[in-house]
């Protein structure tokens, strides 16, 4: 895994009402600071990506749907410089997780599930589009092909 990654199983609660999904508590071990919370939407075989943070942590987890979530470390000096993690969320037990991904790396997602995918983002700091940067989803700078789904 990319130094910094972290992925930590969530629990969910399931009877003949619903369920109830877990995603961050403020006295998790891996709970930094509250930013802002929100929920972006990704269609079944799209690609949203590439971005990073300059200042701010993300923590995603996926409550409805699935998503693949690719990262890239470009980092100089970083003792994973170069590699890549991919990483499956969704609904499911198996899926259901948080995924952390710490300022400076790249990361895009793409919907795996029919339907739209919805990805919930507890990040450190409010949103400030001055500190991200973005590349396209097939940006030669980022050794990954994304696979045609869909």
């Not at 130094?3 to 399931?14: D, I, M, N, S, Y």
């Not at 200042?55 to 170069?82: C, M, Q, Y």
């Not at 400030?128 to 045609?148: H, Q």
Request: glycine share 10%; aromatic share 10%.
């Amino acid at each position: 895994m990319i130094e910094g990654v972290a992925r930590h199983p969530l629990k969910q609660f399931v009877d003949d009402r619903g369920r109830t999904m877990h995603m961050l508590r403020r006295d998790d071990p891996h709970f930094r600071a509250f930013g802002e919370v929100y929920f972006s939407g990704v269609q079944f075989g799209k690609v949203k990506g590439w971005y990073r943070h300059r200042e701010k942590t993300l923590n995603f987890a996926v409550p409805v749907g699935r998503v693949r979530v690719v990262i890239h470390d470009d980092r100089a000096g970083s003792p994973t410089l170069g590699h890549l993690d991919e990483h499956l969320l969704g609904e499911s037990q198996d899926d259901y997780a948080l995924l952390t991904i710490p300022p400076f790396l790249w990361y895009g997602i793409q919907g795996v599930a029919p339907g739209v995918s919805i990805v919930a983002n507890c990040s450190d700091l409010p949103n400030d589009p001055a500190e991200s940067d973005r590349k396209l989803a097939d940006s030669p700078d980022v050794p990954y092909s994304w696979p045609s789904i869909g």
